[in-house]
């Protein structure tokens, strides 16, 4: 079955570390979506892509960067890690238009 | 910018009882999105709403939208303790050139037997 996965679930880092989460989708989807969500500000949108070498800015972009190489794959790094970077992050991707976004299992990443 | 407005955020309430979650917005969202979160878990797609007077119903779940109102709702009916979970709405920002969803901050419901 096709499917959207995330690596690793759980991440611990030290401030100042770069960090790489992966998202890999099997739908041949062309967008796909990085958000994080943290108590009280629910999900916010990181950076998006419509497909390969497309990527564009979200609405908390700031110390994030992400890279579109192929249709199944949207890495997103975490440039130099500060402890607001600790939250949950959920990868997601669409078909495009009006479709249904699709969230994967989400990556628990702590900044100490 | 598009702001995504929920309430209430926190709910209780007894299994059997009807009850419905608002959903506001700022401005003209070309779709709406209700999804539902069940605790350390991912975000699970309920319904897609893409039209003033949409409605859609799934089980014990109806969800509507009013864009003149700029309000869609999510109403249960009958609630039983299998629907406690967090909702969030989600719109879609209208010729932004991006279909990033801005999300409300959700509903965190309790059905209580």
């Known amino acids: 079955d096709a499917e959207i996965t995330q690596s690793p679930r759980h991440k611990i880092t030290e401030t100042g570390r770069q960090v790489t989460l992966a998202c890999h989708q099997t739908?041949?989807?062309?967008?796909m979506f990085w958000y994080r969500q943290d108590l009280g500000h629910g999900l916010r949108l990181i950076h998006y892509?419509?497909?390969?070498?497309?990527?564009n800015k979200g609405e908390v972009s700031d110390g994030y960067s992400v890279s579109r190489s192929n249709t199944e794959d949207l890495p997103l790094t975490l440039e130099s890690a500060a402890s607001s970077q600790t939250s949950v992050y959920f990868c997601?991707?669409?078909?495009?238009?009006?479709?249904?976004?699709?969230f994967g299992p989400g990556t628990r990443l702590l900044v100490l | 910018e598009l702001k995504v407005e929920q309430n209430p955020l926190f709910l209780s309430m007894q299994e059997g009882k009807n009850y419905t979650i608002y959903c506001n917005y700022s401005t003209t969202s070309d779709r709406l999105y209700w999804y539902r979160q069940d605790p350390g878990k991912s975000l699970e797609s309920l319904f897609v709403l893409l039209s003033n007077g949409a409605v859609k119903q799934e089980g014990r779940l109806m969800a509507s939208l009013d864009t003149k109102a700029r309000l869609s709702t999510l109403h249960i009916t009958a609630a039983v303790h299998d629907l406690s979970a967090t909702y969030f709405c989600a719109g879609v920002t209208l010729g932004g050139g991006a279909d990033g969803l801005t999300f409300g901050k959700g509903t965190h419901l309790i059905i209580q037997p």
């Open positions: 739908w041949n989807h062309n967008n």
């Open positions: 892509s419509y497909g390969v070498q497309d990527t």
């Open positions: 997601a991707s669409s078909r495009g238009g009006k479709e249904t976004q699709y």
